[in-house]
């Protein structure tokens, strides 16, 4: 069974007809950068051009960086804040046509793709999944619940919103070295773990392409830490997984 997946993501929005069968892309994955600033307007093209790069018609799965419910749109940290308040289900259901269109929170998305095909498959106990790229999301289970919306990158770390210290885009923006960049995500999983007490980390987003570079460096953290399977694909595999099933408009 294939279903289309996207991710927004704050730099990049990317998308692929999924197999739901395998948990896997079915075709290479087609990206486009998120434009600047991140309207609703101008990401909704954004999306529209991703869709129809693969002539796909069908329910589409759409992952968006913020707190989403019932289809709507609550928080946009790292989008314009036009989006507050946005039916973005409707919004996007509208500019492809009347497909159907499920909306939920990127890290949610993978957090379930990894849990169902990848990193967490099997895994009992609490699982937090933190993807690291723009900002930070999160992916809180309990015994492979979702809790839905948790947006743990925006906990205080030493006075800063956590993501601001130890994203990708920190890194990137304070050409940090990997070994100074694995002791701000150390602090943060420590400030984590003191919270929530998981049994696993995941770690997803693109970083997880390259786990040897930081990983290692980690120290002082009880749980089990893994990177993701599914790597920067599991917010699109985990959106198709949503929109399964989702009726004609």
Same mark, same amino acid.
């Given at each position: 069974?294939?279903? =289309?997946?996207?991710? @927004?993501?704050?730099? +990049? @929005?990317?998308? /692929?007809?999924?197999? &739901?069968d395998?948990?896997? !892309?079915?075709?290479?994955?087609?990206?486009?950068?998120?434009?600047?600033?991140?309207?609703?307007?101008?990401? /909704?093209?954004?999306?529209?051009?991703?869709?129809?790069?693969?002539?796909?018609?069908?329910?589409?799965? &759409?992952?968006?960086?913020?707190?989403?419910?019932?289809g @709507?749109?609550?928080? /946009? %940290?790292?989008?314009?804040?036009?989006?507050?308040?946005?039916?973005?289900?409707a &919004?996007? $259901?509208? *500019?492809?046509?009347?497909?159907?269109?499920?909306?939920?929170?990127?890290?949610?998305?993978? #957090?379930?793709?990894?849990?169902?095909?990848?990193?967490?498959?099997? *895994? #009992?106990?609490?699982?937090?999944? &933190?993807?690291?790229?723009?900002?930070?999301?999160?992916?809180?289970?309990?015994?492979?619940r979702?809790?839905?919306?948790?947006e !743990?990158?925006?906990?205080?770390?030493?006075?800063?919103?956590?993501?601001?210290?130890? $994203?990708?885009? %920190?890194?990137?923006?304070?050409? !940090?070295?990997?070994?100074?960049?694995?002791?701000?995500?150390?602090?943060?999983?420590?400030?984590?773990?003191?919270? =929530? $007490?998981?049994? !696993?980390?995941?770690? #997803?987003?693109?970083?997880?392409?390259?786990?040897?570079?930081?990983?290692?460096?980690?120290?002082?953290?009880?749980?089990?830490?893994?990177?993701?399977?599914?790597?920067?694909?599991?917010g @699109?595999?985990?959106?198709?997984?949503?929109?399964? +099933?989702?009726?004609?408009?």
């Open positions: 069974m294939q279903i =289309f997946g996207v991710d @927004i993501g704050g730099s +990049g @929005i990317k998308g /692929a007809p999924v197999d &739901l395998r948990g896997d !892309l079915a075709q290479e994955r087609h990206k486009v950068l998120t434009p600047q600033p991140a309207t609703p307007d101008g990401v /909704a093209g954004c999306v529209v051009e991703v869709v129809r790069h693969f002539g796909w018609e069908g329910p589409v799965g &759409l992952t968006f960086p913020g707190v989403v419910t019932g @709507i749109t609550r928080t /946009a %940290a790292n989008m314009d804040k036009a989006w507050i308040g946005v039916d973005t289900a &919004l996007l $259901s509208r *500019r492809l046509d009347g497909q159907p269109v499920t909306v939920l929170n990127d890290a949610d998305a993978a #957090g379930v793709a990894e849990m169902t095909y990848g990193a967490g498959r099997g *895994r #009992g106990g609490t699982v937090l999944l &933190l993807t690291l790229g723009t900002g930070i999301g999160s992916a809180l289970f309990t015994d492979g979702l809790v839905p919306n948790t !743990l990158g925006h906990l205080e770390l030493k006075g800063h919103d956590a993501e601001t210290r130890a $994203s990708v885009k %920190a890194k990137e923006d304070g050409d !940090l070295t990997w070994e100074r960049w694995a002791h701000r995500v150390q602090r943060y999983l420590a400030h984590v773990e003191m919270l =929530f $007490s998981p049994d !696993l980390f995941i770690i #997803g987003g693109g970083v997880s392409r390259k786990p040897e570079k930081f990983l290692p460096l980690i120290e002082g953290i009880r749980a089990e830490i893994v990177p993701a399977k599914l790597q920067n694909n599991a @699109i595999v985990g959106a198709a997984m949503a929109a399964r +099933g989702t009726p004609p408009a």
